[in-house]
């Protein structure tokens, strides 16, 4: 999990708001072997979380799964799903 608290003037849609974030979630990713990495954004006004294609099942889902499959996915591609 990331979580990158901006001050209350910044726009959360803003490409380098979401590229950091990104960049964040790649690092945890690749440094730490963590298959699903989620990200938060927030002003503690607004909120915005993000997370990989790839993780979209679970992000999605109602329950947790005890196992995830091991991931496929390219840790370099700064491609994000966000609310």
Known sequence: MV???KSPDIVLIEPTVIGQTC???IDAQSFFGQEDVYGIITTLNEWKFMWFPHSSPRAEANTIPTSVPPST???TAQ???ST
């Open 23 to 25: 960049d964040y979630m």
């Open 73 to 75: 996915a390219d840790p």
């Open 3 to 5: 979580i990158v608290v």
């Open 79 to 81: 491609l994000v799903h």
